[in-house]
C-alpha cells in the first residue's frame, strides 16, 4: 500500500486512500474502517467510487483531491470528512456532463501516483 495517498478521515477514525491495485494497476479507493470496529478495509473502483451520491462526503474529498492533484497542487494533505472549503466552493454538485472530465482526472491521478512510491 505504499504507494496509496490518504484523502479523507472521518472523526470516528475510518480512512480513505487513493491508490493504484498493484495486481491490477487500475485506480482504486481504499476504506480502512476505524480500528474499534474491526479495521476492515474495502477495496473501490474510482470510478464506481464517484459514482455514489455527491453529497457524501468522502466522494466529495475524493473530487477536491483529484483537483488539486489535476492542478499540480501535491494534494498531501488529509482532507476532513469532506474538501477543502476553498475547494468546495467551485465543486459542481452534480456531473458537468463533461463525458471526457473523468477520465482526465484518473489520467491525471495515475501519472501523479506512478511516481509516489
Same mark, same amino acid.
Do not use: C, Y
Given at each position: 500500500?505504499?504507494?496509496?495517498?490518504?484523502?479523507?478521515?472521518?472523526?470516528?477514525?475510518?480512512?480513505?486512500?487513493?491508490?493504484?491495485?498493484?495486481?491490477?494497476?487500475?485506480?482504486?479507493?481504499?476504506?480502512?474502517?476505524? %480500528?474499534?470496529?474491526?479495521? &476492515?478495509? !474495502?477495496?473501490?473502483?474510482?470510478?464506481?467510487?464517484? *459514482?455514489?451520491? /455527491?453529497?457524501?462526503?468522502?466522494?466529495?474529498?475524493?473530487?477536491?483531491?483529484?483537483?488539486?492533484?489535476?492542478?499540480?497542487?501535491?494534494?498531501?494533505?488529509?482532507?476532513?470528512?469532506? %474538501?477543502?472549503?476553498?475547494? &468546495?466552493? !467551485?465543486?459542481?454538485?452534480?456531473?458537468?456532463?463533461? *463525458?471526457?472530465? /473523468?477520465?482526465?482526472?484518473?489520467?491525471?491521478?495515475?501519472?501523479?501516483?506512478?511516481?509516489?512510491?
Amino acid at each position: 500500500m505504499e504507494a496509496f495517498r490518504e484523502f479523507s478521515a472521518s472523526a470516528n477514525g475510518d480512512r480513505w486512500f487513493v491508490g493504484r491495485d498493484e495486481g491490477t494497476g487500475e485506480l482504486v479507493v481504499l476504506h480502512r474502517a476505524n %480500528p474499534s470496529s474491526g479495521g &476492515a478495509e !474495502t477495496i473501490t473502483p474510482v470510478d464506481l467510487f464517484l *459514482a455514489t451520491d /455527491p453529497s457524501h462526503p468522502e466522494r466529495q474529498a475524493l473530487a477536491a483531491f483529484l483537483e488539486t492533484v489535476e492542478r499540480g497542487e501535491g494534494a498531501d494533505k488529509t482532507q476532513q470528512s469532506g %474538501p477543502d472549503p476553498a475547494v &468546495a466552493d !467551485t465543486m459542481p454538485d452534480e456531473p458537468s456532463g463533461k *463525458a471526457d472530465q /473523468p477520465q482526465r482526472f484518473l489520467s491525471t491521478v495515475m501519472g501523479f501516483l506512478s511516481g509516489v512510491r
